[in-house]
């Protein structure tokens, strides 16, 4: 029976400023949901940013969310199903039910001793890792930091482009290394679909894809794009849900799907778009949200599944962090092993994450 749930508020530093089209950020505001059992206990992690940039959620707003919609319906008995049924009587909010999801579900598999990969389907053993590489302040600077992830082995490079720092970028990177290193840029909405034309330019990079290049709702800007340019098309803030990525995939809005549990409010809702883009051939991929090893543990889960074609973004611990809340999770050869124990597989270290606490709450679950 559930007891009691724990809301966790931690702060932890990135190794390096990380610049997008939508701001430059040197740490993260971290939220935990723990659900507290009579025999275990269960985590989750909100992937909301401390400001709404990146999308309309925001780790306060979270919180408010969590403790004033979500933690009231957890009962001693509640289920992830019984959980997901009444939390959909909520609009939006995809960020705040994925965290309280993504906690009962560890709770719930740890008690039947099975995990999040074998939960979900998972083909894989191992993922596959892409890296995401922040803007930088000169071209040399760039080509310096690609080499240094190439060199500790990820086999695939997305840049973060914004009008303006797109084609040289671009095209320094394919010029030192290669026409055979796999390369994409993600844009997060910088553009507007009068930039077709600039955008084509990008194509003479064989890119294998451009992720976000408009704002989230202009799914018909992103049909009317895709016309214009030959480089696919990945959506990834404007898939909120398995309706709109359905919808999105059929008026050709997008031929790739980047599926991030956080931003479509779970790993129930991100296997439902997985299997939806598995039968219709569709490649998707693991997005990212600087996750410490908590949520990344449950993404690799979810990357494991036979849909995930393509590398994700499920980067290596210390891509983001110096010490990680977990044990850091390491690239070997490129890819990074999935955890394969009950749940999630991992636990925060208790001393690293007391360090980085700011403020613990405690709710009593009744019935
Ligand atoms: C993306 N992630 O794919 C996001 C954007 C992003 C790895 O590129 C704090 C919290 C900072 C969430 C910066 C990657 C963030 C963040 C970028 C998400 O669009
Ligand atoms: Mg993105």
Known sequence: MIRTIEIIRAHINLVTPFRTSFAVELDRDLLFVRIIGDNEEGWGECVAMADPLYSSEYVDGCEEVITRYLLPMIKPDTTVESFLAEAAHIRGHF???????AALLDYELRMANVSLATYLGATQTTVASGVSVGMQSSIDDLL???????????????????????????????????????????????????DADHLARLDQFNLLLIEQPLPEEDLVGHVELSKRIATPICLDESITSFDVARGALNINACS????????????????????????????????????????????????????????????????????????????????IEVPNTAGIGVRPIEEVLNRMTSRRESFAVSH
């Open 144 to 194: 310096k930091v690609v080499a240094d992830y190439r060199a500790e082995g990820y086999v695939r490079v997305k840049l973060k482009i914004e009008p303006g720092l797109d084609i040289e970028p671009v095209r320094a990177v394919r010029d030192a290394f290669g026409p055979d290193m796999l390369l994409q840029v993600d844009a997060n909405a910088a553009y507007t679909v009068n």
């Open 95 to 101: 960020m705040s039910k994925a965290a309280v999801e």
């Open 256 to 335: 790739i799907i980047n599926i991030k549990p956080g931003r479509v409010g779970g790993y129930v809702e991100a296997k439902r778009i997985h299997d939806l883009c598995y039968s219709r051939g569709i490649p998707v991929w693991c997005g990212g949200m600087l996750e410490t090893g908590i949520g990344r543990a449950a993404n690799l889960a979810l990357a494991a599944l036979p849909g995930f074609t393509l590398p994700g973004d499920t980067s290596a611990s210390k891509r983001y962090f110096t010490q990680d809340v977990t044990t850091p999770f390491e690239l070997v050869d490129g890819h």
